[in-house]
């Protein structure tokens, strides 16, 4: 993981300073791919918990991912195309992000939080 961000940033800070979307880019597939997500989970960049999605509430929503990596990183661009797509919802305000878009955000803070 280090010798990715190294290859491209001199520094795990300048990583951390760059935008999300750059951030989403660096991460490597193999690295965010094995992330396993609580039912109840918190990302960094929205200010109340997440709780999964029934599998019955599975084509109504759109992946919210775009506000923070100016897309969704599972190709989700609207309402009705999240069919299967496993989900995280913050239903005050109506928030939801897919399962990628989770795995990205929790790899980039578990990146953030190193202190090498």
């Not at 759109?62 to 599972?74: E, I």
């Amino acid at each position: 993981m280090e010798s990715i961000v190294e290859s491209q940033y001199t520094s795990i800070d300048e990583f951390i300073n760059c935008t999300p979307e750059k951030q989403a880019d660096i991460v490597p597939i193999e690295d965010w791919s094995k992330i396993e997500i609580e039912e109840k989970i918190k990302v960094d960049w929205h200010p109340h918990p997440l709780k999964k999605r029934l599998t019955t509430e599975s084509n109504g929503w759109a992946c919210d991912g775009k506000k923070q990596f100016v897309k969704c990183l599972s190709g989700i661009t609207g309402f009705y195309q999240t069919a299967g797509v496993e989900g995280w919802k913050c239903p005050p305000c109506d928030f939801d992000l897919c399962k990628k878009c989770v795995q990205v955000s929790l790899m980039i803070e578990r990146w953030k939080e190193r202190e090498d």
